[in-house]
């Protein structure tokens, strides 16, 4: 029974020698903004979807998956070309640099070969260009420019040109309309 007055002796000891007039608690720190926010990081996100890829004649040439990853900060793309052998196959990362205020591409195909475009929106359209890294066996570098364009329909069309006289005439080297499988009826 000597522990209970040693006890209630604490507890007012404690509670008189606490501040009467303690200092307001600070309010938490605001929530620092998601890394990859804002409306320009936005701007490919008419892309994301699983896709069904037609050539201007309405043939099937492929499917494409187009997915955010990395918490939003990039776009991946999973190219399967409709001949289903994998040769054609390929996969793109796009990602808004921040740094050079530009959306970048990396793209990497079943073949071995890669392109990298930057560039950003023009008009109502994503504009991405690049140039290849080897000349061709004409000794000619050529440049390549991607547009993928919305439509009302919720299509996109992606149309690829390449030139070979630096960018005065441009020939279609892709045409496809990426529409959602649903939409087909397929």
Not at 16 to 33: C, E, F, K, L, R
Not at 109 to 126: E, F, P, Q
Request: charged share 20%; glycine share 10%.
């Amino acid at each position: 029974m000597r522990a209970l007055p040693l006890l209630v002796l604490l507890m007012t000891t404690t509670a008189s020698a606490q501040d009467p007039n303690p200092a307001p608690t600070p309010a938490p720190a605001a929530a620092a903004p998601a890394p990859c926010a804002g409306a320009e990081r936005r701007a490919f996100d008419f892309w994301i979807g699983e896709w069904e890829v037609t050539n201007p004649k309405g043939q099937v040439i492929g499917h494409s998956r187009i997915e955010p990853i990395l918490g939003g900060c990039a776009l991946a793309e999973h190219w399967s070309s409709a001949t289903g052998n994998g040769a054609n196959d390929g996969k793109s990362y796009n990602i808004y640099n921040a740094d050079l205020k530009r959306w970048e591409q990396f793209w990497v195909d079943a073949s071995g070969s890669r392109l990298m475009l930057s560039g950003g929106i023009v008009g109502a359209k994503m504009v991405l260009e690049g140039r290849q890294d080897l000349p061709a066996k004409d000794g000619v570098h050529q440049r390549e420019r991607i547009s993928w364009t919305p439509n009302a329909d919720g299509s996109v069309r992606q149309l690829w040109e390449s030139s070979k006289d630096d960018g005065k005439n441009w020939t279609v080297a892709f045409d496809g309309l990426y529409r959602h499988p649903a939409a087909t009826g397929r």
